[in-house]
């Protein structure tokens, strides 16, 4: 609890603004070691094991006529595979993609949840290496899908030189694409699902902050009034960052997808 | 917001730990899904489309068997609708023959009754031409006598005899 | 931070930057949104292509803000 756990000790000063030590907190376990532990590898550890353990048990329960949770799971997951999946590749290409393609959305949404459970309080995903991580993974497949359908050659020849330009314009295109084939796109993943967790965790952590201390803290009882806006305000962000982490993962799910499929032919 | 030690890049730093327990859990995450969850959700959805599907099988099993106990009970509906016709039309004509029997017979009945009767009339009446020839005779022959007789007496008799022989007539004519 | 600093103009002109790099963004995502309502309201039929379209567009300008907030994290945190 990076915003709480010092509040304490900085009560005198002010209200303890959230700050990048949130996102850099020190190691608490195996120290120094490539294994060492701190607390967001530590949030990262526990939601893993949760989400593993619901998603077992839920697969080994699963029966033909499903009961209520069932029905819930199975709706997301078939909500990955038609509304996400097949409906940007298709369902012949696209079976392939299916499992990958559900296990970043379910581990990015429940790893992104973090950001607002209490105790927990700040998203898995707000290291920038685990966005990194799936995005390597989708820089993989595409990579992958690309040689295995076109051969390296034809592939990178349709990326880099597409059809139908006027040959002088390559001179600008051809970096751009290869740039954006390299570093964009992976990057891009991974700034936008980091950024986010930041800053939903930043607006979060500010509006608490102001509300403990205007409201606990300060001698001044008159402001107590802003501190009940901070707290509506954060109960507001709170919604609103369970509301981002179903689309960031919706968002990255849908742009694996389509990156993969870019390396596709064109028409089959 | 006081200004902070700069620090802020090296967020965009990966560390060598986060690296691993990030590569760590992705993978265990990643083999956990391909391998356990995603397939037995996979078995259930087959064996659902399965039951789905030998339902509709079921269900159209069972829509040809009702076609065909349909069929069956029309046809033997029809067959029955043909018989009873056939028994109806044979029992109309056999009511029509019994009539024209009957009628036939009833006719030859009544002419035969008519005949009869026709031939007592005649005999009877000839035995009544018979029977009257003779008492004609008879009182012809009693009233020429009688005639007769008085004549002699007196004229005033003759006319009463004559009216008393009438009134015999009459009263014989009566009695017969 | 007391009652009587409250109203002190102090912090980081990075945060004017991060103002400046939402605006771009922002005009972007409303003519997204925008014209893929205009769509739907016109083809409601390929309703659910264009949502997923506009989502790809609305993530793909979302970065460029995104960026800016990134520049302003790494300068003033």
Known sequence: ?268 | MKPLAEGGIDLFLPETYDIVWSLVILVVIAAVFYKVVLPRFQKVFDERSARIEGGIAKAEQARKEADEAKRKYEERLSTARVEASKIRDDARAEASHIIADARSRAETDAAQITANAQRSIESQQQQALVSLKGEVGTLATALAGKILGAKLEDGAVQASMIDQMIADMDGDGDGK | MDIITLAEVAGNISILGYGLAALGPGIGLGIVVGKALEGTARQPEVAGRLQTLMLIGAALIELLGLLGFVAFVMVAL
């Open chain 1, 1 to 268: 609890m990076g915003a709480w756990g010092t509040l304490v000790l900085a009560a005198e000063s002010g209200p303890h603004l959230p700050s990048v030590e949130d996102f850099l907190p020190p190691e608490i376990l195996f120290e120094g070691t490539p294994f060492a532990i701190n607390r967001i590898i530590l949030v990262r550890l526990i939601a893993t094991a949760v989400l593993l353990a619901v998603m077992v048990v839920t697969a080994y329960r699963a029966k033909v006529v499903p009961g209520r949770w069932q029905s819930a799971v199975e709706w997301v997951l078939e909500f990955i595979r038609d509304n996400i999946v097949y409906q940007i590749m298709g369902e012949l290409r696209g079976r392939r993609y299916v499992p990958m393609i559900t296990t970043l959305f379910l581990t990015i949404f429940v790893f992104n949840l973090c950001g607002v459970i209490p105790g927990m309080n700040i998203a898995a995903t707000a290291t920038i290496t685990m966005p990194l991580v799936f995005a390597i993974w989708t820089f993989c497949q595409y990579w992958i899908a690309g040689i295995r359908e076109k051969g390296l050659g034809p592939f990178l020849k349709e990326e880099l030189f597409p059809a139908g330009v006027p040959w002088p314009i390559y001179i600008i295109l051809t970096p751009i694409q290869l740039l954006e084939l390299v570093l964009i796109r992976p990057l891009s993943l991974t700034i936008r699902l980091f950024a986010n967790m930041i800053a939903g965790h930043l607006l979060l952590a500010t509006c608490l902050a102001f509300t403990q201390f205007y409201i606990v803290e300060s001698a001044d009882k008159i402001l107590a009034l802003p501190g009940c806006l901070w707290l509506v305000g954060g109960l507001i962000f709170t919604l609103f960052e369970m509301f981002v982490a179903a689309l960031q993962a919706y968002v990255f799910a849908i742009l694996s997808t389509a990156y993969i499929n870019q390396s596709y032919p064109e028409n089959e």
